[in-house]
Structure formats: C-alpha cells, structure tokens
C-alpha cells in the first residue's frame, strides 16, 4: 500500500492541497511513531499520561472547591481541633493548659486566611459587633454568616466531644470539660469567664483586625497565648472555658451533671466579656 509521505500531508494540512482525511491522518501518526526511538516513543506517552491526569485531578478540584462553603468548614475544624485537645488533653497529659493554648495557636494559622478562625461564638460577637465579620457566603450578609459560623462551631464542639467521649471511656481516663470549681461560687465563675474572655477577644480584635497590624502573621501566637494564660489562671475557678462551644459540646458529652448545669455560665460570662471586648476596641482603636 502506498503511504503519502508526511511532507505532502504537510502541505496538505497547510491548505495547499485540501484538508487530509482521516486515513491519511492516522498513518501519517503512524508514520510518526515507527520513526521514534524507544525513548521518544516513552516520552510522547508519558507526557500524554500527565496531561490526562492533570485534566482530571483539575476538574475533580473544580468540582470539590466551594469558597462559600470553606470559611465555615474551617470553623469547624478549628473548633474541632481545640475541643478536641482540651476533650483529652485532662486524663492524658500533664500539660493540659500549653496544649489548649497551643492547639488555639496552630488553629488559628492554620484557618485565619480563610474564615478569620474564630473558634469561639463570643469571638465570632466582638468580631460581627466591629463591623469585621468575613461575609458574603451564599450571599448571605455578617449577622447571617455569624449566625453560621457559630453553627459550624457548635457542630464541632459536639463532634469533638463524641471522640473525646469514646477514646477516653475506652482508655479509662476522665474526659476534659469545663465545669466550675466546687470551692468557687458562680458569681466568681461568672467574673472569670467574663474578664478572661474580654481580654482573649481583645487580643483577637486588635493583632487579627486592627490596620496598623495587617499584614504581620504574629496574631496566631499572641492569640494561643493569651488562652494559656485564662486557662491557666482562670481555670482552677470557672473550669477555663472562655468559648461557648468548648462550654456545650464537652459537658454535653460528658454525661456529668454538675458540668451541664454550667452550660448557662459558659454562655453568658463570655458573651459579655466579648461585648465589653467590642465595645472597648471601638472606642480605643476605631474611634
């Protein structure tokens, strides 16, 4: 059989001699491939290979990556994360409150780009109450996208709980939780849970969403810190909440009493403190 030679498929293509068919097409590939070394050959597949791939891993991204839906996934997983720790961080470790801090701290680098890494629905108040909320997710406006951010926080803390719950029963250690020191009235609780919280959203206010600090990445640090020193500090009181969704979703699932009882503490305390936080921040920093 006589093959046209690659030249005249060449001209042919170049609109000298009309359009090729697709025979002439397939043996001029033909033609291609016997001419290849090994090597080549090798290449030219491999090469097609990764293009393939590539296509499909990118249309699988598109296909997954949802920016609306990822800042409240990210409040999620921090929350998670920091439940979590303070959930097993009280039967198996002696160092219980640098771990709280820290986990806080790596949260906060690791979701800050994203959804602000709140973590704490008093947080997500000072920073809606500034005028600082991330918004316009599913086109929702701030006190809609704050009303969700606190879901996804709450959704965490209870997740966080029900595998603090299991791992620790299966151990045979006390679950972490907050609950208010015997010796301590709730007044005192309250006052703690109140001070500690105002000061922790301060500091998130004024490193994460002050002008003269944008920019600098030391925020995740200062903010991990900072919930050291509560917990530290205020702990031995109030039971170092500071964070509503740490003060529902670990009592909750620690089945005690005596610490769902002081849910109510773990809400209120931390709300006014990040109002006060708010109310500060606007007349010292924002004025």
Request: one cysteine or more; proline letters at 5%; aromatic letters at 10%.
């Amino acid at each position: 059989e006589q093959h046209p030679p690659l030249l005249t498929l060449h001209r042919w293509s170049s609109g000298g001699m009309g359009r090729p068919t697709p025979r002439e097409l397939r043996i001029a590939r033909e033609q291609r491939m016997a001419s290849m070394s090994p090597e080549e050959e090798f290449a030219q597949l491999n090469n097609a290979l990764d293009s393939s791939v590539s296509t499909i891993v990118n249309s699988e991204k598109r296909a997954l990556a949802n920016p609306d839906l990822a800042p409240f996934a990210s409040e999620f997983m921090g929350t998670f994360l920091l439940c979590l720790t303070i959930g097993l961080s009280a039967g198996l470790t002696k160092f219980a409150h640098l771990a709280i801090g820290s986990s806080l701290m790596v949260g906060v680098f690791m979701g800050g780009h994203i959804s602000g890494a709140h973590y704490n629905p008093a947080v997500t108040l000072s920073i809606w109450l500034t005028g600082h909320q991330k918004h316009g997710m599913f086109g929702m406006g701030p006190g809609s996208c704050a009303c969700f951010f606190v879901v996804a926080q709450m959704l965490g803390s209870l997740a966080a709980g029900m595998v603090s719950y299991f791992v620790t029963m299966d151990v045979g250690v006390k679950m972490g939780k907050p609950s208010v020191a015997p010796q301590a009235s709730l007044f005192d609780a309250l006052c703690i849970e109140t001070l500690f919280t105002f000061f922790l959203a301060l500091v998130v206010l004024n490193v994460a969403c002050a002008k003269a600090n944008e920019g600098k990445s030391f925020y995740g640090t200062a903010i991990g810190f900072m919930l050291f020193v509560a917990t530290t500090v205020g702990g031995p009181v109030s039971g170092g909440a500071f964070n509503p969704a740490v003060g529902t979703g670990l009592p909750l699932w620690s089945g005690h009493w005596s610490a769902i009882n002081d849910i109510w503490i773990y809400w209120l305390g931390p709300c006014v403190g990040a109002t006060l936080a708010s109310i500060w921040y606007s007349a010292t920093v924002e004025m």
